[in-house]
């Protein structure tokens, strides 16, 4: 690829081999993502905090991947069209939202396993933006494109239509075969993609949700909880720098893979803090009555025992847990059913409130 001309893609039609090295900081940063998602996974957490934890996902890969792409809603837009989605929707970017939310939320229900294929390119294509696009849609393009900076200069030449599905096999072939560290075969994948740009339209918002398609039909379960397109969109020029950084006369992808895992360990990072104690309930609650709560945010599971709570928090006796469990029940926190040693918890009205209002943290702020 070396003897390639500046702001012009490749012909891989006989085979993608990229020109890339695996550095020691790489295969570092690699294996500390890997350590990052097991140790989400390994998280005892109650079911209401990880549906809030997946919800935040969806909502903020969906602002950031279509805002990237010029979609004017904001992150409180979306949440709202998350929240209560309409029936009747008539506005693209509207419809573009809940096509993401949607498709988030498939990947977090039934994680994808298997190779990925051009048919299911073409398909995510559809689904993410049938209604969105006047044409084209669910197909491979059929007219050369061009690829713009910001003010409107054409900076990158890719794939030509003719080219498109040999490129494209090409690089589900490497893909399948390579033995480099998971994380740093997806960065080098979605590049090339997004430099292919098989569609007409939309090749970033598919790009992106491959990408957390891929890494978590390899594994990455904890993907269903991370916000990676808010890290592209709070870093918006790095990453168009980065994504550019490739394509010159060298093709050199190192630079490109550098962001993609520094974006990736962060909002791996951000996931991680919040089931570990970042994102627990807040409020005035504060004493036996707090850790309570937390308790049964991180361990409680859907109902629990007294008992099971007094061996979670040994330092408290057990007519003062009593007296705090009674007060949550009247505060709303906690509902119960039962009596005497049969009686059992569960979280109540102002428990779920307090975890929904966990679902939607305005992304951090980085700057560019």
């Given amino acids: 690829m070396a003897d390639s001309l500046r702001g012009t893609k490749p012909d891989t039609t006989k085979g993608f081999a990229p020109c890339y090295q695996l550095s020691l900081g790489h295969r570092d940063a690699a294996e500390a993502i890997q350590r990052l998602d097991g140790a989400l996974g390994a998280q005892t957490v109650h079911p209401d905090f990880l549906l809030a934890l997946r919800e935040r996902a969806a909502s903020l890969n969906t602002h950031a991947t279509t805002s ?4 004017p809603l904001s992150q409180a837009e979306v949440e709202a069209l998350a929240a209560r989605p309409q029936k009747r929707l008539q506005a693209p970017e509207q419809l573009e939202v809940l096509n993401h ?10 994680p994808p396993t298997g190779p990925l294929g051009a048919g299911e390119m073409l398909a ?18 059929t007219s050369t494109n061009v690829i713009a900076d910001e003010m ?20 589900l072939r490497w893909y399948d075969a390579s033995p480099l560290p998971t994380p740093i075969r997806v960065a080098i994948w979605v590049h090339e993609f997004f430099s292919i740009h098989p569609f007409r339209d939309g090749n970033g918002r598919v ?3 491959l ?25 918006r020029r790095a990453y168009m720098d980065a994504i550019r950084s490739v394509q010159t006369d060298r093709w050199d992808h190192g630079e490109w893979v550098t962001f993609f895992l520094s974006a990736l360990q962060r909002a791996y990072t951000d996931a991680d803090a919040a ?8 409020g005035a609650i504060q004493g036996l009555p707090r850790e309570i709560l937390d308790w049964v945010l991180l361990h409680g599971g859907s109902e629990f025992g007294r008992a099971a709570l007094l061996a979670g928090i040994p330092d408290y006796h057990d007519v003062s847990v009593s007296h705090a469990l009674t007060g949550l029940v009247a505060s709303g926190h906690l509902v119960a059913t039962g009596a005497g040693r049969a009686r059992k918890y569960r979280p109540g009205p102002r428990f779920r409130e307090a975890i929904a209002g966990l679902g939607h943290p305005e992304p951090p702020s980085r700057g560019d």
């Fill in 211 to 235: 990408t957390h398609r891929l890494l978590l039909a390899a594994g990455f379960r904890g993907m269903a909880y991370v916000a990676l397109d808010a890290e592209f969109l709070a870093n």
């Fill in 207 to 209: 790009g992106r949700a």
């Fill in 101 to 110: 939310l949607r498709y988030h939320a498939s990947l977090a229900k039934v």
């Fill in 124 to 141: 995510t294509h559809a689904e993410l933006l049938r209604g969105v696009l006047p044409a084209g849609v669910g197909a491979f393009k």
């Fill in 152 to 171: 409107g200069r054409e900076v990158f030449y890719p794939t030509p239509p003719p080219r498109v599905e040999g490129e494209i096999e090409a690089l």
């Fill in 68 to 71: 990237l792409e010029g979609n």
């Fill in 275 to 282: 089931v570990r104690g970042q994102g627990r309930i807040v």
